[in-house]
């Protein structure tokens, strides 16, 4: 089935996947091209419901309930006059300009829909990253991978169910009882599920599921560089090591691992690291429909090649940007890192790129201005670079760290409902379980 074009229909931009970038544009496109009725705005996402993918480590360690957390696109859309599709796309025909989706499932393996093709005139494609696991053995088959909300929700449910059966298992016994966690990949995702899993490991407590000690929780992160957060400085390294190891996590740096087994981790020299709960974090990688995806520029980790006007390097109709994109400024060795505020800061400016390209306007081009990097350690405290290479430590960075969500809720629903988000966060903080036990 498609869908066809009638001639004096108006243009049509489609943004394939609605995260931290992609649903900033279709706000943004929807409020301006789409109210005017200049333009017909479509969001297409493989899921229903979208959440901020930097909080998936709290949703991970049930810190943060993601149903408490989640937007639902098509209650979104129809409030900023765009459309929303579900579906996941398989393909593009550059020649027709249509993106092709997968059949539609319940999860049950019941059809819903069929393959079916959606017209462009415009593509946008911002379907982030996922983990990227080097082919390291076993790690498929064994790690949970915090690329979407259903793997956080996956490894918050396993958690869980760890302190039920060490509860159940206390009826019969008074020995201690030992958790073993291993993170592989001391990046900003590793150090800060690190962090938040050593609090979980607390809150279970005040809520009576105490048959594992705090004690007797191990959490090893294994790193092979020679540092955690290679892109902090080496004092904010430094700094969140130590508060790391003041948790009593064990952080293991130039230690590469070599497999992963159903209760180990297997390191250089055949070191094996007991492990329960694994977690891969060690890099990223566009999602592999990419891959040399309708003759487009890809690089060797199937993000797609784009120039400063966010425009692929061999189409003119197919932009992309976020995690899925690779961007090297002119002079520059490196990509623009795959981060939320890339993601954010390419939503802006490509807004601006479309609405030129449809008045036949010169393309403005994207700059990156990297504001510094801030990573959570917990509740209290936040460790970072701020512009110029400013170091901030402890709630200050903290408070900072915390309104980069609010930043983005403002990007999507503006300031007065970000208010009234903040102040219901606020009393389902200070009345709910700070922890979630379901
Ligand atoms: C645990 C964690 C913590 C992080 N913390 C930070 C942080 O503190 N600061 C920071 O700057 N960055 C952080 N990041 C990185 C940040 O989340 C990403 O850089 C950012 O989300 C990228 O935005 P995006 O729009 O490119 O992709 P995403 O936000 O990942 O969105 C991609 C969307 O595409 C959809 N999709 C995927 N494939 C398809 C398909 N084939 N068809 C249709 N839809 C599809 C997905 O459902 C999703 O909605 C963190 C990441 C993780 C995992």
Same mark, same amino acid.
């Given at each position: 089935?498609?869908?066809?074009?009638? %001639?004096?229909?108006?243009? #049509?931009?489609?943004?394939?996947?609605?995260?931290?970038?992609?649903?900033?544009?279709? @706000? #943004?496109?929807?409020?301006?091209?789409?109210?005017?009725?200049?333009?017909?705005?479509?969001?297409?996402?493989?899921?229903?419901?979208?959440?901020?993918?930097?909080?998936?480590?709290?949703?991970?360690?049930?810190?943060?309930?993601?149903?408490?957390?989640?937007?639902?696109?098509?209650?979104?859309?129809?409030?900023?006059?765009?459309? &929303?599709?579900?579906?996941?796309?398989?393909?593009?025909?550059?020649?027709?300009? /249509?993106?092709?989706?997968?059949?539609?499932?319940?999860?049950?393996?019941?059809?819903?829909?069929?393959?079916?093709?959606?017209?462009?005139?415009?593509?946008?494609?911002?379907?982030?990253?996922?983990?990227?696991?080097?082919?390291?053995?076993?790690?498929?088959?064994?790690?949970? &991978?915090?690329?979407?909300?259903?793997?956080?929700? #996956?490894?918050?449910?396993?958690?869980?169910?760890?302190?039920?059966?060490?509860?159940?298992?206390?009826?019969?016994?008074?020995?201690?009882?030992?958790?073993?966690?291993?993170?592989?990949?001391?990046?900003?995702?590793?150090?800060?599920?690190?962090?938040?899993?050593?609090?979980?490991?607390?809150?279970?407590?005040?809520?009576?599921?105490?048959?594992?000690?705090?004690?007797?929780?191990?959490?090893?992160?294994?790193?092979?560089?020679?540092?955690?957060?290679?892109?902090?400085? @080496?004092?904010?390294?430094? !700094?969140?090591? =130590?508060?790391?190891?003041?948790?009593?996590?064990?952080?293991?740096?130039?230690?590469?691992?070599?497999?992963?087994?159903?209760?180990?981790?297997?390191?250089?020299?055949?070191?094996?690291?007991?492990?329960?709960?694994?977690?891969? %974090?060690?890099?990223?990688?566009?999602?592999?429909?990419?891959?040399?995806?309708?003759?487009?520029?890809?690089? #060797?980790?199937?993000?797609?090649?784009? /120039?400063?006007?966010?425009? @692929?390097?061999?189409?003119?109709?197919? &932009? !992309?940007?976020?995690?899925?994109?690779?961007?090297?400024?002119?002079?520059?060795? /490196?990509?623009?890192?795959?981060?939320?505020?890339? !993601?954010?800061?390419? !939503?802006?400016?490509?807004? =601006?790129?479309?609405?030129?390209?449809?008045?036949?306007?010169?393309?403005?081009?994207?700059? &990156? %201005?990297?504001?510094?990097?801030?990573?959570?350690?917990?509740?209290?405290?936040?460790?970072?670079?701020?512009?110029?290479?400013?170091?901030?430590?402890?709630?200050?960075?903290?408070?900072?760290?915390?309104?980069?969500?609010?930043?983005?809720?403002?990007?999507?629903?503006?300031?007065?409902?970000?208010?009234?988000?903040?102040?219901?966060?606020?009393?389902? /903080?200070?009345?709910?379980?700070?922890?979630?036990?379901?």
């Amino acid at each position: 089935m498609t869908q066809s074009k009638s %001639s004096n229909s108006p243009t #049509r931009i489609v943004i394939v996947g609605g995260g931290a970038g992609g649903l900033e544009l279709a @706000t #943004r496109l929807g409020k301006s091209l789409g109210k005017s009725g200049k333009a017909q705005v479509l969001l297409v996402d493989s899921t229903l419901t979208h959440i901020w993918k930097p909080l998936l480590h709290e949703v991970a360690a049930g810190t943060i309930n993601s149903f408490e957390d989640e937007l639902n696109y098509f209650a979104h859309a129809s409030k900023n006059y765009f459309e &929303f599709h579900l579906g996941q796309m398989k393909g593009i025909d550059r020649e027709a300009k /249509r993106i092709i989706l997968e059949p539609l499932t319940d999860g049950l393996g019941h059809e819903i829909a069929p393959e079916r093709s959606l017209r462009y005139d415009n593509l946008v494609i911002s379907i982030g990253s996922t983990s990227n696991d080097f082919g390291t053995v076993g790690a498929k088959e064994n790690c949970i &991978f915090l690329d979407s909300r259903a793997q956080a929700d #996956r490894f918050q449910r396993e958690f869980l169910n760890l302190y039920l059966q060490a509860q159940a298992r206390s009826l019969e016994t008074t020995s201690p009882q030992v958790l073993n966690i291993a993170i592989i990949g001391a990046g900003a995702t590793g150090v800060e599920l690190a962090a938040e899993l050593h609090h979980a490991t607390h809150e279970f407590i005040r809520y009576g599921l105490n048959s594992i000690d705090p004690k007797n929780v191990s959490i090893t992160l294994i790193e092979a560089a020679d540092r955690i957060l290679p892109v902090l400085s @080496t004092q904010n390294s430094a !700094a969140a090591t =130590k508060q790391l190891l003041d948790f009593n996590i064990d952080v293991m740096t130039s230690r590469r691992v070599t497999a992963i087994h159903p209760d180990s981790v297997e390191c250089d020299g055949g070191i094996l690291i007991p492990a329960t709960l694994k977690v891969w %974090s060690a890099g990223i990688k566009a999602p592999d429909v990419l891959k040399e995806i309708a003759g487009l520029e890809t690089n #060797r980790i199937n993000q797609l090649v784009v /120039r400063p006007t966010l425009q @692929t390097t061999r189409d003119d109709s197919i &932009f !992309a940007f976020g995690d899925c994109a690779c961007y090297i400024p002119e002079g520059a060795e /490196r990509p623009v890192p795959p981060r939320a505020q890339v !993601a954010n800061q390419q !939503a802006i400016v490509l807004a =601006k790129i479309l609405k030129a390209k449809l008045a036949g306007k010169p393309l403005p081009t994207f700059t &990156f %201005s990297d504001k510094g990097s801030l990573i959570s350690l917990g509740e209290t405290n936040t460790v970072g670079n701020l512009v110029n290479k400013i170091n901030v430590q402890g709630m200050f960075a903290r408070i900072m760290y915390l309104s980069l969500y609010r930043l983005h809720q403002v990007a999507l629903h503006g300031v007065f409902k970000t208010s009234v988000l903040m102040f219901k966060d606020l009393l389902s /903080r200070t009345s709910g379980p700070t922890l979630k036990l379901h």
